[in-house]
């Protein structure tokens, strides 16, 4: 078994209303960012455990989403696996 | 009499208020803390308002697993009635007892203030005494409270006839379809974002909400009703 530190995405699903995201696109609108075309915002999770492989430690952290960390009517989520220094 | 349960999570605030108005209604109401696994013999379990586990990670995601809600799950697929208030109603879809979610108010902001439901159906356990299509002023409490559901989910749910209140005038949190209440396709498991514990008295600045109480009372003393006859009550004088 080896220790992995797994950095977790969590953001609204494309196309659903992004009420926070909107806000903060006028916001940086009003600060004179003309250039933006969206903003988007979401949760950022990290989780440390252990598991036989880096794929396995992602297989895991998966299941930890599905089950609960993101919710499957209005989230998508990303996992990124690194070995634990 | 019927037996109530409400169940109290660390964060609930709503539960004396809803054993208040389940008694005021002739309900024997008693609290179950969320660690109990035994809502001990009840008819009905209420799930309150508040902010159960401090809506960390996401309001209601983190109650589901408290042994009382194994317990209000077990009662709900043996077809026992079930109501969730506002954060109840969160905790029921993040549970899977009910479909859909509640996300951010599409305003952002936390709303607190009477808003107009209509009452689409009247045969729910906590919606029987009203009248359909009845026009009800009730307050709302949330900050997230915009039901959600995917496109074939609000179809089954509209062709089905499970959206128990909508919201008149004005949606407040930008809920799809303006759904203010839903219930499950057995009918006994009912969500409701606004709040008719705090409405059941005029002094309370109105009494429209007391009949979800008794409604859920009424409909109870009818099914004993019903069993005692089943059970050949009527040959033994009963």
Redesign the interface.
């Known amino acids: 078994m080896s220790a992995y530190r797994v950095e977790i995405r969590v953001m ?1 699903r494309a196309g ?2 992004d ?2 995201g909107q ?1 903060v696109e006028h916001a940086l609108h009003s600060l004179g960012f003309g250039e933006l075309r969206g903003a988007h915002v979401g949760k950022h999770l990290v989780v440390e455990l252990e598991a036989p492989t880096r794929d396995a430690a992602a297989a895991r952290a998966r299941e930890m989403c599905e089950r ?2 993101a ?1 499957p ?2 989230e998508d989520f990303l996992v990124a696996v690194e070995a634990a220094g | 009499m019927t037996r109530v349960a409400v169940v109290v999570f660390p964060g609930s605030n709503c539960d004396a208020d809803t054993l208040a108005a389940a008694r005021a209604a002739g309900c024997d109401a008693y609290s179950v803390w969320h660690r109990e696994r035994d809502l001990r013999h009840a008819d009905v379990a209420i799930l309150p308002g508040g902010f159960s586990y401090g809506d960390y990670l996401r309001a209601g995601a983190i109650a589901r697993f408290s042994p009382a809600m194994q317990a209000v799950a077990e009662h709900a697929r043996a077809g026992g009635a079930v109501l969730g208030i506002c954060n109840g109603f969160q905790i029921l879809c993040e549970a899977g007892l009910l479909p859909g979610a509640l996300t951010r108010n599409a305003g952002l902001r936390f709303l607190s203030r009477p808003v107009r439901v209509r009452v689409e159906r009247i045969d729910t356990p906590f919606t029987a005494l009203y009248a359909p299509g009845e026009v009800l002023e009730l307050p709302v409490a949330h900050g997230d409270g915009r039901y959600t559901a995917d496109d074939r989910t609000l179809a089954e749910i509209e062709a089905e006839g499970r959206v128990v209140w909508r919201y008149l005038d004005d949606n407040p949190n930008g809920s799809l379809r303006a759904i203010a209440a839903i219930c499950n396709p057995g009918r006994n498991v009912v969500g409701i974002m606004p709040h008719p514990e705090r409405r059941n008295a005029t002094v309370l600045g109105g009494d429209e909400g007391a009949r979800v109480f008794l409604s859920m009372e009424a409909h109870h003393a009818t099914q004993r009703l019903d069993g005692v006859r089943a059970a050949g009550g009527g040959q033994r004088g009963v």
């Open positions: 609204p659903l209303l009420p926070q806000a609960l960390l919710n009517v209005t």
